[in-house]
């Protein structure tokens, strides 16, 4: 539910669900590449890319 208030239906929400700001895009690209580098991510970095592993962003940065 993006909402969050009483009775609502995800369904019929109409307001807009939140994009990803570009600070994230960012990151999320560098972390990509370094890993494609071979360069060793810390502890931190890895928690961050395997809680935001979405298939879509990946599939859209290899697009571009």
């Known amino acids: 539910y993006n909402c969050k208030e009483y009775g609502h239906v995800a369904r ?11 600070p994230y895009h960012r ?4 972390l990509c590449k370094q890993e ?3 360069i060793q991510l810390n ?4 928690d ?3 809680d935001s ?3 879509f ?6 697009a571009h």
Do not use: S
Not at 27 to 30: A, F, I, S, V
Not at 43 to 46: R, V
Not at 57 to 62: H, K
């Open 57 to 62: 962003d990946d599939q859209e940065l290899e």
């Open 48 to 50: 961050w890319r395997d």
């Open 36 to 38: 494609e580098a071979g």
């Open 27 to 30: 990151e999320k690209m560098l």
């Open 43 to 46: 502890a931190k970095q890895a």
């Open 12 to 22: 019929e929400c109409q307001k807009p669900k939140k994009a990803k700001d570009a």
């Open 53 to 55: 592993d979405d298939e």
